[in-house]
C-alpha cells in the first residue's frame, strides 16, 4: 500500500463491529469511569494533560467528525471551526462528552455509511469516520482508566478491528504524523501475532513506503509463507495497546524476536 492506494479494505473481520454503536458504548464506559474522579487527575499516558484535556479532545473529535459527516464533505476541509458547546464547569465535561456522543448518532442516522466521503485515510467513505471516531474514543477511554489505576479492558473483536484501522491507515497519517516518512526499508518485514486467534498483520518497509501486504488477512498463510524480518506476538488487546503506544514492547505481555533495530525504527516512528 502506498498514499496513492485509495482503495485498501479492512482486512481482519470489521463485519463483525458496528463501528456507529461501538461509539456510543465506549463514550458511555468513558463517562462512567469519569463518576468520582478528579478531573485535574494528570494522564500518563497523554503527557501534559489532564482528565479534562482528555474528555475535552475526545468530545471535540467526535463534534469535529460529526461536522464533516453532516457536510459530506468531498475534499479537505480549509477549516477546523465547529462550535463545541464547551461547558462553562469543569465539573459538566463528562455530561457534554455524554452528549458529544449524542451529536455523532445523530450524524451517524443521517448519512449512508456507503456514501462517497473525502477521509484523510485509505477508505473514502462515510464509514472511515465512524470507524475512526471508534478508535479514538476507545483509546482515549483507555487512558482515562489509566490515569485511574485501573485494568485496560478492550474486548477482543474491537482489538483486532483496531489494529487493523491502524495499520491500514498509518501510511497515510504524514500530515500529522511526520515521522511516519521515516518508516523506510529494502522490503523488510514486521509480523504482529495475536496469540488469543488466528489474526496475523504482515508489514512491508520499503523504499517507497510502507503497509500490510496484500495477502497479510490470510493468517496461517502469512504465518507459515516465510520468517519475517521480525516478529511480535501477544493477544489483540495488548497489541492494540502497543501499536498505540499505552504499552511498551519490553513489556512482560510481549514475546518478539528477529531484527531488534527494525523493531526500533517502527515503534520510535509509528505513532499518531
Known sequence: MNSSDRTARPVHGPAAVDHRAAVAAETARFVAALEDADLTTAVPSCPGWTLTDLVKHTGSVQRWFSALLRARVQEAPRTRDVDLLLPERQADYPDWLSDSATVAAQAFAATDPELPMWAWGADQHARFWA??????????????????????????????????????????????????????????????????????????????????????????????????????????????????????????????????????????????
Do not use: C
Open 131 to 272: 470507524r475512526r471516531m471508534l478508535f479514538e474514543t476507545l483509546v482515549h477511554r483507555i487512558d482515562a482508566d489509566l490515569a485511574l489505576g485501573r485494568r485496560a479492558i478492550v474486548e477482543r473483536p474491537l482489538a483486532v478491528d483496531g489494529i487493523d484501522e491502524f495499520l491500514v491507515n498509518l501510511p497515510f497519517a504524514t500530515p500529522f504524523a511526520p515521522d511516519v516518512v521515516k518508516l523506510r526499508g529494502p522490503g523488510s518485514t514486521i509480523r504482529f501475532d495475536a496469540t488469543d486467534g488466528a489474526e496475523s498483520w504482515l508489514v512491508r518497509l520499503r523504499p517507497d513506503g510502507f503497509g500490510l501486504d496484500a495477502d497479510t488477512g490470510a493468517a496461517e498463510a502469512t504465518r507459515t509463507a516465510g520468517t519475517a524480518d521480525a516478529t511480535v506476538q501477544a493477544s489483540a488487546a495488548d497489541l492494540l495497546l502497543l501499536v498505540y503506544g499505552r504499552l511498551r514492547l519490553d513489556a512482560a505481555a510481549f514475546s518478539h524476536d528477529g531484527d531488534e533495530d527494525l523493531l526500533a525504527l517502527w515503534f520510535a516512528n509509528s505513532a499518531f
